[in-house]
């Protein structure tokens, strides 16, 4: 199990003053290797409209509450978001750093269906969220990037476009999709579609598509993605979850119901305008509570050294 000293130790070794190339930075290089059960990782980062905290207080039983986090250096909702997915302060929508899939990506050579970004709205609260799936950086970029869908982009589109067109309206060719991962792709649209798109079509259609419904698609959405992809890390930014909280604990009883899953999925839950952090899986120790502070860069190296043999 992670338990306290493992985790704040991670926030010491990987604090904000590392290096640009924090993978390879020599503190990381003196952590010791340890085997870790994690093999399939969700985060779920909030927004400034999500709160959630005590709704959330039956799953932070069921793992680790880290109720000291710093709070982020900005106020600003899209640059918060970049910033926790790169654990460098960003200053602009398209973060100008790695993420941890691209870190992740680059470093396992996986494909880009085992790494997802999935968002509510391409544009909410004047800031634009479908645009985190991949850096600016020269070194990382779209080819390392992650498969990403956007339901106020996805869900308009179903019943008006094929499959395929869908996939090719919203999958970016630059991730480098082999043609049978898009192949892939578009029978899993087809079969989202197929198996109930339209119940699941909001009142006014899906051309009005709230963010807090949207958020409830993500969730929806991300379930079936496990069961099929089985990915290494799916991150969700949720923007205005207003009421659909329980979709959260819906996702991890799906998780814990799939024998492939139950014992090597954790599943991470940070808010952008809060302090606490939430992780549950096969190694975070059920009930722990640490209030020691860890500052707000340390998330994505820490996750990206629990997602690395």
């Not at 959330?56 to 793992?63: S, V, Y």
């Not at 606490?276 to 860069?297: C, M, N, R, S, Y």
Request: proline letters at 5%; one cysteine or more; aromatic letters at 8%.
């Amino acid at each position: 199990m992670m338990n306290r000293r493992d985790f704040v130790r991670l926030g010491a070794a990987f604090g904000a003053g590392a290096a640009l190339g924090w993978p390879g930075d020599a503190r990381a290089r003196r952590l010791p290797s340890r085997t870790r059960s994690t093999r399939h990782l969700v985060t779920l980062l909030l927004g400034w409209d999500c709160d959630c905290s005590r709704s959330l207080e039956t799953l932070a039983a069921k793992g680790a509450l880290f109720a000291g986090n710093a709070r982020l250096p900005t106020t600003v909702p899209g640059y918060a978001h970049s910033t926790l997915l790169t654990g460098r302060e960003e200053r602009s929508q398209r973060p100008a750093h790695p993420t941890w899939n691209e870190i992740l990506r680059r470093k396992t050579g996986e494909s880009a269906s085992k790494y997802w970004m999935l968002q509510s709205a391409s544009y909410h609260g004047a800031c634009c969220w479908d645009v985190k799936n991949y850096s600016q950086h020269s070194d990382y970029g779209a080819r390392y990037g992650a498969t990403s869908f956007t339901m106020n982009k996805l869900f308009p589109l179903i019943g008006r476009r094929s499959a395929e067109e869908i996939v090719e309206l919203n999958v970016e060719r630059a991730l480098g999709h082999s043609r049978e991962e898009r192949r892939e792709l578009v029978s899993f649209v087809g079969d989202v579609i197929a198996d109930g798109a339209g119940r699941m079509e909001p009142p006014g259609g899906f051309e009005h598509l709230d963010t807090s419904v949207a958020d409830c698609r993500s969730l929806e959405l991300t379930s079936r993605i496990l069961s099929r992809f089985r990915p290494r890390c799916a991150t969700l930014q949720l923007l205005d979850l207003a009421g659909g909280e329980r979709h959260i604990e819906r996702l991890w009883s799906r998780i814990q119901a799939d024998p492939s899953l139950q014992d090597s999925t954790a599943l991470v839950i940070r808010p952008s305008s809060d302090v606490w952090t939430i992780a549950l899986g096969p190694d975070f120790a059920p009930g722990q509570v640490v209030d020691k502070p860890i500052e707000a860069h340390d998330l994505a190296p820490t996750l990206t050294y629990l997602m690395t043999d």
